[in-house]
């Protein structure tokens, strides 16, 4: 497994941007299928978006056009980038791994297929 922490989050008025940051390691970090996830209180969490080792990305529709995942395998470094913040956004924010050869889809919406997970970033949107 690799062991992944995020950074980054923070408070920020609606129409705002943040960008969240997961570090992580592990040799095959490459290879891996990374994930971001969200849970906002009193909800389940529920998923973000995703990166898989060819660097194709899946976004849930709620983040499509204003949320951006990218990857720097050199650096081992895994980012979200949000724009157009939502008071609805307001979640603590997680980064998520699990083995490229492990799944048969990289996607936001199988949570229960990441075996690796960061402790969280708050991220607070106000309106």
């Known amino acids: 497994q690799v062991q992944l922490m995020e950074s980054g989050g923070g408070s920020v008025q609606a129409g705002g941007s943040l960008r969240l940051s997961c570090a992580a390691s592990?040799?095959?970090?490459?290879?891996?299928?990374m994930g971001w996830f969200r849970q906002a209180p009193g909800k389940e969490r529920e998923g973000v978006a995703t990166i898989d080792r060819d660097g194709r990305t899946t976004y849930a529709d709620s983040v499509k056009g204003r949320f951006t995942i990218s990857k720097d395998n050199g650096k081992n470094t895994l980012s979200l980038e949000m724009n157009n913040l939502k008071p609805e956004d307001t979640a603590i924010y997680y980064c998520?791994?699990?083995?490229?050869?492990?799944?048969?889809?990289?996607?936001?919406?199988?949570?229960?297929?990441?075996?690796?997970w960061g402790q969280g970033a708050q991220v607070t949107v106000s309106s």
């Open positions: 592990g040799r095959t970090y490459g290879r891996y299928c």
């Open positions: 998520a791994a699990v083995p490229g050869w492990v799944v048969s889809y990289c996607s936001e919406r199988y949570p229960g297929d990441f075996e690796s």
